[in-house]
T-cell receptor
Framework: DAGVIQSPRHEVTEMGQEVTLRCKPISGHDYLFWYRQTMMRGLELLIYFNNNVPIDDSGMPEDRFSAKMPNASFSTLKIQPSEPRDSAVYFC???FGFGGLEGYTFGSGTRLTVV | AQSVTQLGSHVSVSEGALVLLRCNYSSSVPPYLFWYVQYPNQGLQLLLKYTTGATLVKGINGFEAEFKKSETSFHLTKPSAHMSDAAEYFCAVSDGRGSQGNLIFGKGTKLSVKP
């Protein structure tokens, strides 16, 4: 398996623009997680899905953020409109089971810079 | 509720010296415990895990950790540091069994290795 695949690796956008981050989880994994990492706040869980259904989005900072998982092999995280404070590295992770025996497998992340 | 405390946000050792990264957890049930490593500009990788059985677990790159229930600790050690060990290390805990329980991450410890 190629692991969790995220795209793009880097994204630079202007304030006010829409940004879409993409994630392909490991085949057979039933949980998918979106995290944000910043120097100030560390690793934050934004939202997670189970069998494509959003379960907990309490970590999503505000309504400008939305996430979807239309099928078992694809998820998106959208920010509209983007703001400079959204600059961070966004990670997608997947797992078999919630916090189960194998832990989570992380993608390489998308480094977002909003100018 | 579960929690993870990593003592020391930065640890610096000399090449060849002992590496000790501290992790204490809080969990109401026997936990699953994990250490992840993040190299610069990469995602988190699973280093080692404790689920059940032997309390001393060995991971990749010569790292090991010992689960001490009486001390609620899961410290990470390596007898001799190598320059390539410079990275950020995250401890995580889950009280899940199968589909239950979330993976809670500590704030991370950045390890520097001096020549």
């Amino acid at each position: 398996d190629a692991g969790v695949i995220q795209s793009p690796r880097h994204e630079v956008t202007e304030m006010g623009q829409e940004v879409t981050l993409r994630c392909k989880p490991i085949s057979g994994h039933d949980y998918l997680f979106w995290y944000r990492q910043t120097m100030m706040r560390g690793l934050e869980l934004l939202i997670y899905f189970n069998n494509n259904v959003p379960i907990d989005d309490s970590g999503m900072p505000e309504d400008r953020f939305s996430a979807k998982m239309p099928n078992a092999s694809f998820s998106t995280l959208k920010i509209q409109p983007s703001e400079p404070r959204d600059s961070a590295v966004y990670f997608c992770a997947s797992s078999f089971g919630f916090g189960g025996l194998e832990g989570y497998t992380f993608g390489s992340g998308t480094r977002l810079t909003v100018v | 509720a579960q929690s993870v405390t990593q003592l020391g946000s930065h640890v610096s050792v000399s090449e060849g010296a002992l590496v000790l990264l501290r992790c204490n957890y809080s969990s109401s049930v026997p936990p699953y415990l994990f250490w992840y490593v993040q190299y610069p500009n990469q995602g988190l990788q699973l280093l080692l895990k404790y689920t059940t059985g032997a309390t001393l677990v060995k991971g990749i790159n010569g790292f090991e950790a010992e689960f001490k229930k009486s001390e609620t600790s899961f410290h990470l050690t390596k007898p001799s540091a190598h320059m390539s060990d410079a990275a950020e290390y995250f401890c995580a805990v889950s009280d899940g069994r199968g589909s239950q329980g979330n993976l809670i991450f500590g704030k991370g410890t950045k390890l520097s290795v001096k020549p």
